[in-house]
């Protein structure tokens, strides 16, 4: 060997191994650091060893998570010109602060106030009504707006009505028709305003042999005092409700949240936009800063929504079942923002509409095979989905709401109605998924939720199921069958059993390579606190002991569920997984813990219940029956 060829082999470098052989391949293939082929859904290799080809969840790409919640800016090609910028005509002492706007939620409330007291003075002339013509879309009313600093534009997230919608007045609030139906009279009665814009109906009459004192507590007399004018025009509600509320009130992003979608439907329905702008105008109140007070705006909309709503069955009149649905559905929303809450106005809208669906048959209509899932349905707009897939969406979100309503005692006659027949509703179910595949354009994250995380959507219908039954079990006392408690507790364990993957991914994070998504998170906290609900169901007293094992284990998993619930996306509106805090909450004895679960509940209904429980139990002992007593449900 001559002294080139040693001089060659010394400075041959050695091989080395740099990462993964398959920057791209199934997570089985990178697990091993071979070659894959990276063919989806099943690659070669696996194909030809017999493995499991898995994949990992696709994510956002990484402009969608830096880019934060400011607003997306479109220009369609040379034709973008900037807006013209007009001279505000408000002096400046009168205009409101939105310099601080964001979703920072403070302790003092679910949103916190876009200025420092957390107040917005009205404006000279505010715009009551909800036009969203042109000069909707004007760059003097997007300045002025509250919701500028979001950078919104009107005119590209709100659809134009078909008709104009302006507030009723005193007199018109005081025409009825002379048919109404009964079982909705007592739901929603047509409350006229008295000379200082303020509802009569809602002050009770007292008469000389009553106190004053038993009247202070009523809700109703609560709101009469409280009525104020925000001054917050309705485009501003109404793209708040779609942009920062809808998301929140969902584990998706706006494109795959269904409240986003139910506004593209509601905008075209009269009453159901009065509900829809009702709600929205709370729900913005309290991120003022203003609590769960109604602000006038709020109970003007409802109000004028409730007379169409008695007017709405008519025989001579096709059902609109969308309208109707919806409606039901956003009454649900406002009834369960009330602090304290209603029972009897829970109770009524639960049977209301119970009534509805078995005189319209509207289950039947949702699970009517005709539909055809594959077709083009178009309208003058583009593609539309099918009335019975969108239905069916709404039917789901109605049964979820009045199950969640029947833990406080309120509602829970449409979830029971539900109940009777399982197969049904989970046949409603799975033609509700199909919803968001018929717009694959709008989903800008190249993810449906619906199919990658369909086994975690599917234990969360469960649990539904399930919750309601517990409450049932809960109050009906001695009436419920002697073993009901042990099949409830077999059902759950046998739930546990089925998904597996998932309580493993969120508890023991065996696949450290996938980061469990939020609503995976969320379910497994409900889960473990619906076993500690099943405990502490009837007799029992919260945080006492003995403590069996399972409600140890069930309370040690739901708080780590809730931490990585909580560090993996918003979970403020929430309900179901702030009510699995509240549980978890009055249960543990732990401190530490405790203080966690008490600052990151932010329902305030549910925040000032969970101060209540915690006073009583420096007391006496706290049952259920107990904490039902305080949240505002049945008196026993």
Known sequence: MDES?????????????????????????????????????????????????????????????????GPIKHRHGQAWTPPSILPNLKPPDQLPDTSNAGLDFMEGGLYSPSSDDGKRESAETPSNSLDLSESAASPRLYESSPLASFGFPFAQHVETPSSFIPLPTPAELEDEVQEIPRNITHLCKPTPLNSAGLPVSTIPNISATQSPSTFGASPLNNWARCITSTGTDDNSALCF?????????????????????????????????????????SELALYYGNGLSLPRESYAHFDRGSKLLCHAPHPRRPA???????????????????????????????????????????????????VDLFSEHLSSTGPSIPDQVLLARIFTYLYDRDSYCSFFGCGGSFATYVNVDLSKVRKIWTLSRTIFLWFPGDNTDGAFPEIYEASVL???????????????????????????????????????????????????????????SLMACVTVAIFYALQIYLHRSRDSVFGTDPICYEVRQALSRLVVAAYQAVATGPVQLLERFQWSLFIAGIETRDPVHKEWLANHIFDPGLKSAFKAVQGAKEQSKVTMETVRRMTGGKLW
């Open 5 to 69: 060829d040693v001089f060659s082999a010394r400075s041959r470098r050695k091989r080395v191994e740099r990462g993964k052989r398959s920057k791209n391949g199934c997570r089985t293939c990178v697990s091993k650091r071979v070659k894959c082929g990276e063919e989806r859904p099943f690659c070669q290799r696996c194909v030809r060893l017999q493995l499991a080809c898995e994949w990992t969840l696709p994510r956002p790409s990484l402009s969608s998570r830096r880019r934060g919640l």
């Open 458 to 516: 599917d234990l969360y219908f469960k649990l539904i199921t399930m919750h309601h039954e517990i409450n049932i079990y809960s109050q009906n006392g001695r009436e419920y069958r002697r073993d009901a408690k042990q099949q409830l507790w077999l059902h759950l364990n046998e739930l546990k059993c089925e998904y597996s993957s998932t309580f493993s991914l969120v508890i023991h994070r065996e696949a450290q390579s996938t980061q469990p």
């Open 241 to 281: 409700h779609r942009m920062v509320f809808a998301p929140l009130k969902s584990t998706r992003s706006v494109a795959n949240s269904a409240q986003s979608l139910f506004i593209n439907y509601a905008i075209d329905k009269n009453m159901a936009l009065h509900f829809l702008l009702a709600v929205a105008h």
């Open 320 to 370: 609109d079942h969308i309208n109707m649905m919806l409606s039901f559905l956003y009454m649900y929303m406002f009834w369960m923002r009330r602090d304290p809450l209603v029972p009897q106005k829970l109770q009524e809208l639960s049977r209301v509409v119970v009534d509805y669906v078995q005189t319209h048959d509207v289950d039947a209509f949702c699970t009517n095979d005709d």
